[in-house]
Antibody, heavy 123, light 109 residues
């Protein structure tokens, strides 16, 4: 059974960089079948895909966040990470990491999720 | 970018059927996935590829997709089905970009 756990600071100051790590257990992050992604949810609002990464390190980002987002993978630790720069209060949200799965079509869905971590942007 | 529109809320009596729609331009030409999110919890996949159910999801949950509307149907609704539901597609006009619907709050009366 795959389990995913987000970790990182719960409070970030405006204009600084938000950094989160997702640790995957119960399966290898190196498997070609899967991508790994980040989703956020502002308090009381809906889900927003931030970006994804595959086993080889190819990244895909939401165009609305692309200039501020970096996602990376560390296969030796079975982890992947998110960096979001120049944060403002509008970036306050619960951040989820998730596994993306697909048949051979390349159309992915999110089949395993972490429990989520609240990151508040405030001075 | 691709937009998915859901009704903000749906109310249903226990034992009845809830239908949650997800509207998008020619959404029938894409695969739609559905997630259930209860308060304070992470989303859970309930339907993928329009109508497939992950193991552990009751048969009461079903999906369909045609034209400009995809539908998640919950039959014989139970109190435990009260949650927010989100549809999701892969934006095939962009490289590996994913879009979520606006979300629907299902209230069991």
């Amino acid at each position: 059974q795959v389990q995913m756990q987000e970790s990182g600071p719960g409070l970030v100051k405006p204009s600084e960089t938000l950094s989160l790590t997702c640790t995957v257990s119960g399966g290898s992050i190196s498997r070609r079948s899967y991508h790994w992604g980040w989703i956020r949810q502002p308090p009381g609002k809906g889900l927003e895909w931030i970006g994804s990464i595959n086993y080889s390190g190819s990244t895909y980002y939401n165009p609305s966040l692309k200039s501020r987002v970096t996602i990376s993978v560390d296969t030796s630790k079975n982890q992947f990470s998110l960096k979001l720069t120049s944060v403002t209060a509008a970036d306050t949200a619960v951040f989820y990491c998730a596994r993306l799965n697909s048949d051979d079509s390349g159309d992915f869905f999110f089949d395993y999720w972490g429990q989520g971590t609240l990151v508040t942007v405030s001075s | 970018s691709y937009v998915l529109t859901q009704p903000p809320s749906v109310s249903v009596a226990p034992g009845k059927t809830a239908r949650i729609t997800c509207g998008g331009n020619n959404i029938g030409g894409q695969s739609v996935h559905w997630y259930q999110q209860k308060p304070g919890q992470a989303p859970v996949l309930v339907i993928y590829y329009d109508s497939d159910r992950p193991s552990g999801i009751p048969e009461r949950f079903s999906g369909s997709n045609s034209g400009n509307t995809a539908t998640l149907t919950i039959s014989r609704v139970e109190a435990g089905d009260e949650a927010d539901y989100y549809c999701q597609v892969w934006d095939s006009s962009s490289d590996h970009h994913y879009v979520f619907g606006t979300g629907t709050k299902v209230t069991v009366l």
